[in-house]
């Protein structure tokens, strides 16, 4: 039983550095896409070299909801 619950809690808190993790690299690269200063300055200038970085942040944030509702669900199903 302690082994279990060791176990999930050693899962909670991976899951926690992965959110943290997550939101990290939203807030990086949300500031750098949107962020006012070079090299992109608000998107008007070097529209050439700007990409929407949305597609990979969705993907990215999908992954772990993926995860989290994945650990609920084997963890309510162990009970």
């Known amino acids: ?12 808190v991976t ?21 006012s200063g070079p090299p992109y300055y608000d998107r008007t200038t070097n529209m050439d070299k700007w990409s ?3 597609p990979v942040l969705a993907a990215v944030d999908a992954l772990g909801v993926f995860a989290i509702a994945a650990f609920f669900y084997f963890l309510k199903r162990r009970r």
């Open 1 to 12: 039983m302690t082994k279990n619950r060791s176990l999930r809690i050693a899962f909670g």
């Open 15 to 35: 899951l926690l550095v992965l959110v943290a993790l997550i939101v990290a690299f939203n807030v990086v690269n949300l500031t750098e896409a949107f962020g």
């Open 52 to 54: 929407n970085p949305l």
